[in-house]
């Protein structure tokens, strides 16, 4: 008889009350119970990691078959891997989706269409951009409308779009945080494809309407319905999982002129919405894939 598997879903104890979280905690936790897996919700509150000469220790107790980490705290990823966890996703992918510029240089080379992304020079919180020079050579690559993204946002925040100099100025000067610039997809303006995938498949897909914004985030007032990716769409988002190596997540992919072009990639993607206008749990398929990889 094979013994039950068990994980946890590690989520952040500061962001768990919202209703996106609870919700996608509640999925995963009956998916697996329809799978007989022991899995319950660990917040990263409760894994505080203990790091001195001897090496990393993780007050975990006993030690679970698999994690879904559900949170961007990197650094708790890296030691529970270190510990000797497998982590869905793992800590490097974590850390490459989380950073838009990591993404970027992640992705560059490998024949994925994308906007032309030019990554900003480092500042720092509290020192901002002193300096404007550097603008002059990315107004002159990129022209205007420009989009301006920090490193790090979810839900299509911290992301503005530049009609002109004094626009981009006055974007930058606002901020204390790593940019980066990319090419405005005009033909996609308030539209954009989200592909769900995992283990190497496209699962499900929705198409993400908003009229009065260029950003097509359903946090910003979007619409969705279900949507049948293209060859080409879910071609694309198997590439960009692969190059940087995730078990799932939710790609965002823009409408090009000559085909799609990547915009995000989000390696702990929330899935009620995509259930609601799919009828398709991704939930029920994340589960299948690490019964796969980690079962007996």
Request: aromatic share 8%.
């Amino acid at each position: 008889m094979m013994r039950q598997l068990s994980g946890w879903i590690v989520s952040n104890r500061f962001l768990g009350a919202q209703e996106k979280f609870v919700q996608l905690n509640q999925r995963l936790l009956s998916a697996a119970s329809r799978r007989n897996l022991s899995l319950r919700v660990v917040t990263n509150d409760q894994l505080l990691v203990k790091a001195d000469r001897q090496g990393l220790q993780v007050e975990t107790g006993d030690k679970p078959d698999f994690v879904i980490f559900m949170d961007k705290d990197v650094r708790l990823a890296q030691a529970l891997e270190r510990s000797g966890m497998r982590l869905f996703n793992t800590a490097r992918a974590i850390e490459i989706c989380d950073d838009k510029s990591l993404t970027a240089l992640a992705i560059a080379g490998f024949g994925i269409d994308m906007s032309m992304t030019i990554l900003g020079p480092k500042t720092f919180d509290g020192i901002g951009y002193s300096s404007l020079e550097f603008l002059k050579e990315i107004e002159q690559k990129i022209g205007f409308p420009m989009v301006v993204k920090e490193c790090f946002g979810s839900f299509g925040q911290q992301v503005a779009l530049a009609q002109d100099k004094e626009q981009l100025a006055g974007i930058v000067l606002q901020t204390s945080k790593s940019l980066i610039f990319q090419e405005f997809i005009a033909e996609s303006a308030g539209r954009d494809v989200r592909i769900n995938v995992v283990g190497g498949r496209v699962v499900a897909s929705m198409l993400r309407i908003n009229p009065n914004d260029f950003r097509a985030n359903v946090t910003n007032g979007a619409s969705i319905q279900a949507y049948q990716p293209t060859a080409d769409e879910s071609a694309m988002a198997l590439q960009v999982c692969a190059a940087i190596g995730v078990d799932f997540a939710g790609v965002d992919l823009l409408f090009g002129k000559d085909g799609p072009v990547f915009c995000e990639i989000n390696a702990s993607a929330h899935i009620e919405n995509i259930y609601q206008c799919t009828g398709i749990d991704v939930s029920e398929t994340m589960l299948d894939h690490i019964m796969q990889e980690v079962g007996e």
